[in-house]
C-alpha cells in the first residue's frame, strides 16, 4: 500500500502562510488559521504542501484500510479558502444557511473572502466538525 501524500511535513506553517502571493488570500489563512487553533486547541501544522491541519487522528476504513488524517484544515487555494469538514455537508444546513457567502462541495467549505462571512456561524461550524471527528473516533 502507498503512502498517502496528504500527511504532516514540518515545514513551517507561517512560512507557507506568508508566502501567499495574494493579500487577500494571506489574511483569510490568517483569520481561518486563528480560529481553527483556538477551536481545537492543538497547533497548525503543513500537512503535504498546501493544507494546514490541526489535530490528528486515525481512521480504519470498513475495508480494512488505515490511515492518519487530521481532525480538520483548510488550504488557500487561488479561487477561495478552502476548509475540509468530516460528517458531510448535511450535519452543516442549519448554520451554512446564516453563513453568509460560500459554496460547498464534497465535504469542503469554499470562501472567497472570509469577511463576507458571519464569525460566530464559522466557528459554530467548524466547531461541530471538530467535536464530530473527536467524538467519531473517541
Known amino acids: 500500500m502507498t503512502e498517502p501524500k496528504t500527511r504532516p511535513t514540518g515545514e513551517n506553517v507561517e512560512a507557507f502562510i506568508d508566502a501567499i502571493p495574494d493579500e487577500r488570500r494571506r489574511a483569510d489563512a490568517r483569520t481561518v488559521c486563528e480560529v481553527l487553533a483556538r477551536v481545537t486547541g492543538e497547533p497548525a501544522v503543513m500537512w ?9 487522528q486515525h481512521l480504519i476504513y470498513d ?7 487530521m481532525i480538520i484544515g483548510f488550504s488557500p487555494r487561488k479561487a477561495s479558502t478552502t476548509i475540509y ?13 446564516r453563513l453568509g457567502k460560500h459554496t460547498t462541495s ?13 464569525p460566530a456561524v464559522l466557528e459554530e461550524i467548524l466547531t461541530r ?10
Not at 475495508?63 to 488524517?69: A, K, T, V
Open 63 to 69: 475495508s480494512g484500510r488505515e490511515l492518519d488524517c
Open 48 to 56: 503535504g504542501a498546501a493544507i494546514v491541519g490541526f489535530g490528528q
Open 129 to 138: 466538525s471538530v467535536t464530530h471527528s473527536r467524538s467519531a473516533n473517541a
Open 85 to 97: 469538514l468530516s460528517g458531510g455537508m448535511d450535519a452543516y444546513a442549519d448554520p451554512l444557511a
Open 106 to 118: 464534497g465535504g469542503c467549505l469554499h470562501l472567497k473572502r472570509a469577511d463576507e462571512v458571519d
